[in-house]
């Protein structure tokens, strides 16, 4: 080790020759003579000159005319500038050098190498370019249960990454029992978490880092959660019955799953108030915080992102009047159908079921 100040300006020059001495008794070595290389070390993009990059030569002898590749790109050399701002002809091993007549601009530590001719430059780059698309590809296409069978078929998934979210442990338990029997030589289910309670924004960054999908019952995901499941392009499956989830999970892999309904959430109310009248029940006095409140419509109860209720708007009132429907920003009062365990604190959320129609 060796002290150094840049506020004293004192220690570069023992540094430096601490540099030589540790180079000297691990006998680092390069060969001029081989085909050049170098790393980058810096770039950026000039005004005058575009795209430059300061690499470090590792071996051989740098000189300008030479094809390159760097990183996915392939170029000429037009310059090299030695570290006192002088162009210069050639560059050795251990000399830092910026180069001129790059076609982008290269990240730090991607690694250039002179070939022997333009041409065959060009036949890297194209290969290096295909190959960084596929990762990118690759990485960018999340799994669904619609593409399963595809990617099974490929060769591209052999184990199904599923994250479970219930409203009890014994649903938990019963649903991993249930997708344990689908498994087959080509694929296995791997249950890298399961929780009680709503799906939450950490289960959607856990599923999106996995490639995983979601699979929820009688929970909803939080609105942060639905959003971040929609940024991500995670697959996010809501069930009621574990029977459905189970043959949605038998039709994708044998590629025969299509959507048939899509659900479309046309409102929310929270309730801020309970009221119990004689001869009609508890009335969730809400504030509609999204959409609107419809009379007659599909709705859930949902208290802390567990469905404790799924029925109808019995009825909606406001001022004590009866009406059909109230619009976003105002007050209410809601009942529901055949249910009267209404708390403080609960959503309610109703929902259409749109038929999706292939052409």
């Known amino acids: 080790f060796t002290e150094v100040s840049a506020l004293q300006s004192t220690g570069i020059d023992h540094l430096l020759e601490l540099v030589l001495l540790q180079a000297e008794i691990m006998e680092l070595k390069a060969n001029p003579t081989l085909r050049p290389q170098a790393i980058v070390i810096e770039s950026r993009l000039d005004k005058g000159r575009g795209p430059v990059a300061t690499v470090i030569v590792q071996k051989g002898t740098l000189s300008v005319g030479q094809p390159f590749v760097v990183g996915p790109y392939f170029g000429k050399i037009r310059a090299l500038i030695g570290d006192g701002g002088n162009k210069t002809k050639t560059a050795t091993p251990a000399m830092p050098v910026e180069i001129v007549g790059m076609p982008e601009v290269p990240q730090p530590g991607d690694k250039l190498y002179v070939v022997k001719d333009e041409k065959k430059a060009r036949q890297y780059s194209e290969m290096r370019l295909k190959k960084r698309r596929e990762v990118q590809l690759a990485e960018s296409a999340k799994v669904t249960m619609e593409d399963l069978h595809d990617q099974i078929v490929e060769g591209k998934i052999r184990v199904l990454n599923i994250v479970i979210k219930a409203d009890t442990q014994g649903t938990i338990a019963a649903v991993q029992e249930a997708f344990s029997k689908l498994e087959t030589k080509e694929i296995k289910f791997k249950i890298i978490h399961d929780g009680v309670g709503g799906i939450t924004e950490s289960d959607i960054l856990l599923s999106s880092a996995s490639n995983a999908i979601t699979i929820g019952f009688n929970v909803r995901p939080t609105d942060k959660a639905d959003e971040l499941a929609t940024r991500e392009k995670v697959d996010v499956r809501l069930y009621s019955v574990i029977y459905e ?70 009825s909606i009132r406001r001022f004590k009047e009866d009406v059909k429907e109230v619009q976003q920003g105002y007050e209410c009062g809601v009942s529901l159908e055949n249910f009267q365990d209404i708390k403080q604190g609960d959503v309610i959320q109703p929902y259409i079921l749109e038929e999706i129609k292939f052409q």
């Open 245 to 314: 989830a189970i043959e949605d999970m038998k039709k994708a892999l044998e590629g025969l799953l299509e959507p048939k309904f899509k659900e479309i959430i046309t409102g929310r109310a929270e309730v801020r108030e309970v009221f119990n009248l004689p001869k009609i029940g508890s009335i969730a006095g809400g504030h509609v915080s999204q959409g609107k409140m419809e009379r007659n419509l599909e709705a859930r109860l949902i208290r802390d992102s567990v469905v404790v209720y799924q029925g109808k708007i019995l």
